[in-house]
């Protein structure tokens, strides 16, 4: 009996499988889908190229399937543009149709589901969110008046590893300064602000908080939930420590930059000289085009994009000779 029963059990499982291949090749057919590799059911191509997904990985497998290519990973459809021509049509010709980012569920989480810049759908608020953020940080105005602190700022690089004893003989490893120096080049801009040094408390803490945000999400352990969502009540530990992460990182914005200057727009409104990049930001939220989350996230995206915090990031060891 229990031998008829797994026979039919493993009847149904062939059956089940053999049914997904072909419907999957008759839905690939129906939609003209890119060639790639054959999928298995749940799973599509995930068990064959995990989650290791760099660039040399994709080129050998353009080599297979051409220059698209379609990779399903569980619920998600990813293609594969490997060519020049290829990715220009895709993010120039039809940048409108390709303009909005794809949201996982831990970026979910740490834009407040695209309440930021960067993960916000193309269209009339990403637009606004644009034309408010080029005036603070994208004009050659923004540069000459920031050039000589960044100048500043590497010359202090300088002069603080001259003064090292070990840089000259055993060498020093710059990342930490390094660090420091971008740090203080985007806070100056975003809210004319200096850090005091590498042992600065609220430098520590700010890059502590930034490096674990990109830790968690650049990290290849919540994939499986973002690709099958029947496993994603596995991830809720995960989650959890991404919401508390992204709230205790809004706090530290909001205390220790962004509320005072709100507070201070608010008493002087349109009178107040729009000095730094936040000034520019708080203005328009006081004029209606945008709400105080939106504030935030923007000051949450200059953090990721502004900062390093890349583990591979600076890792030269330097000797410096008089």
Not at 119 to 133: C, L, P, Q, S
């Amino acid at each position: 009996m229990d031998l008829l029963l797994l026979e039919k059990a493993l009847l149904g499982l062939f059956a089940a499988v053999t049914l997904a291949i072909v419907m999957s090749k008759l839905r690939g057919k129906h939609f003209k889908l890119p060639p790639g590799p054959l999928p298995v059911p749940v799973f599509g191509n995930w068990l064959q190229v995990g989650d290791d997904l760099n660039h040399r990985n994709l080129t050998a497998l353009a080599k297979r399937f051409g220059d698209i290519l379609l990779l399903r990973m569980g619920v998600r459809n990813l293609v594969v543009v490997s060519n020049p021509e290829l990715a220009r049509e895709v993010l120039h010709a039809q940048g409108v149709e390709f303009g909005s980012r794809t949201r996982n569920v831990v970026f979910d989480i740490f834009t407040g589901k695209g309440q930021d810049m960067v993960f916000t759908v193309y269209g009339d608020h990403w637009r606004k969110m644009r034309r408010i953020m080029t005036v603070p940080f994208f004009t050659n105005k923004v540069v000459q008046q920031n050039r000589q602190g960044w100048e500043e700022e590497a010359r202090q690089v300088v002069e603080d590893v001259k003064r090292d004893p070990q840089a000259a003989t055993q060498g020093v490893v710059l990342r930490r300064r390094l660090q420091l120096m971008m740090y203080n080049n985007m806070y100056r801009i975003m809210f004319n602000y200096r850090f005091q040094g590498m042992d600065d408390p609220l430098f520590n803490k700010l890059k502590a908080a930034n490096g674990e945000r990109s830790r968690l999400a650049q990290s290849f352990e919540y994939n499986y939930g973002d690709f099958i969502p029947i496993l994603r009540p596995f991830l809720r530990g995960y989650l959890k420590k991404c919401q508390e992460l992204k709230d205790g990182r809004l706090k530290l914005f909001d205390d220790h930059f962004v509320a005072a200057k709100k507070k201070t727009m608010d008493q002087l409104g349109s009178k107040m000289e729009l000095k730094c990049a936040i000034d520019h930001i708080l203005d328009a939220e006081r004029r209606g085009e945008i709400n105080y989350d939106n504030v935030l996230y923007i000051v949450e995206n200059i953090n990721v994009a502004g900062t390093p915090h890349t583990p591979h990031f600076f890792l030269h060891k330097t000797v410096v000779h008089e």
